[in-house]
C-alpha cells in the first residue's frame, strides 16, 4: 500500500471517530435513551465546544471526497512521489488540526488548519497528477 492511501485511510478513521465527542455530550444532557430520539426544539442546547466539534464534524465530511477523489485518481495513474506522499500527510494533520483547534475555539489557527489542509494539500496533489508540478 502506497503512503498516499494509508493517509487517505488514517484520514477516513479520524474522519469516522470525529463525531464521538458531540454525541457523548448530547448522551450526557439527555440520557442514553434521550440522545437516541429524534432532536427537538426542546432539547438542552449543547455548549459552544460540541457545536463547535459538530461543526467541524461536518466540514471535514464536507472536504473528504475532494481528497478522497485526488488520492484515488493519483493511485490509478500510478502517481506516488514525494510531493504526493506529504500533500496526504499535510491533509491528514491539518484536518486533524482544523478539528481540534475548531472544538477548542481557537479562531485563527482553525482557518490557517483548514486551507493548509483543504487548499493547500488538494492543490499539490491535483498539480502532481496534471503533471504542472
Do not use: C
Not at 34 to 48: A, K, T, V
Request: no cysteine; glycine share 6%; proline share 6%.
Amino acid at each position: 500500500m502506497t503512503n498516499e492511501l494509508t493517509w487517505l485511510t488514517l484520514s477516513a478513521l479520524a474522519m469516522a471517530l470525529y463525531w464521538i465527542p458531540y454525541v457523548i455530550n448530547r448522551m450526557a444532557l439527555q440520557g442514553i435513551f434521550g440522545s437516541m430520539q429524534n432532536p427537538s426544539d426542546d432539547d438542552p442546547q449543547p455548549p459552544p465546544w460540541a457545536k463547535r466539534a459538530k461543526s467541524a464534524h461536518l466540514i471535514a465530511v464536507e472536504n473528504f471526497p475532494i481528497f478522497a477523489a485526488l488520492i484515488l485518481v493519483a493511485h490509478v495513474a500510478g502517481i506516488s512521489n514525494a510531493v504526493t506522499a506529504g500533500a496526504a500527510a499535510l491533509y491528514f494533520f491539518g484536518m486533524l488540526a482544523h478539528y481540534v483547534v475548531f472544538t477548542l475555539g481557537i479562531p485563527y489557527v482553525r482557518t490557517v488548519a483548514f486551507l493548509a489542509a483543504g487548499l493547500g494539500s488538494e492543490l499539490a496533489l491535483a498539480l502532481t497528477i496534471l503533471g504542472w508540478i
